[in-house]
């Protein structure tokens, strides 16, 4: 049977009807389009479905909707202002926190929800916190640097445009090289 319920989600009210089994996690990605948040395990086990509620990092796989109604939920779509990135965002791009990117979203929501609450953990705390976020792909050094830049203030907001730069100047000398060669 179906149920009328009031999420909250980065600020927006939704107002939906829903099984009173349906996960929080079903609920964002199928319902309202928010795919920023992944499915990994599906038990509870490996953080990629992570969001923050009323200020607790939760899994979402875990979750049921109905139980959110009230509630302040947050996700990776709530965390760029204005066009800006998050700084944990940012970070994360900076520092080649991520490869695949599925873990990625629960990553960040994570370590938002420690900064949030201690903005300057040590290195220690910052890896006790996310051990509960597991990454397939990247060794976790990265994703450690990538907090502890937020932590230590030294994230660049313009490093993707010139990163995105100097890419492009690089493709641009191959497509030289290739004609160079003919000739
Ligand atoms: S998908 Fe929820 S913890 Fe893995
Ligand atoms: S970046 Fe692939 S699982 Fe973490």
């Not at 990553?107 to 949030?116: G, P, R, T, Y």
């Not at 397939?136 to 730069?165: H, S, W």
Request: hydrophobic content about 35%.
């Amino acid at each position: 049977m179906k149920k009328k319920v009031t999420l909250t989600v980065n600020g927006e009210e939704h107002e939906i009807e829903i099984e009173a089994n349906r996960l929080l996690l079903q609920v964002l990605r199928d319902t309202l389009g928010l795919t920023g948040t992944k499915e990994g395990c599906s038990i509870g086990v490996c953080g990629a479905c992570s969001v923050i509620i009323d200020g607790r990092v939760v899994s979402s796989c875990l979750t049921l909707a109905a139980a959110c109604a009230g509630k302040k939920i947050e996700t990776i779509e709530g965390l760029a202002e204005d066009g800006r990135l998050h700084p944990l965002q940012q970070a994360f791009i900076e520092y080649g926190g991520f490869q695949c990117g599925i873990c990625t979203p629960g990553q960040i929501m994570a370590a938002k929800s420690l900064l949030d609450e201690n903005p300057k953990p040590t290195e220690d705390e910052v890896k006790e916190w996310m051990s509960g976020n597991l990454c397939r792909c990247t060794g976790y050094y990265k994703i450690l640097e990538a907090v502890m830049a937020v932590v230590n203030n030294k994230i660049d907001p313009d490093f993707a445009f010139r990163k995105r730069e100097q890419t492009a100047k690089i493709q641009s000398l191959d497509v030289y090289k290739s004609v160079a060669k003919t000739n």
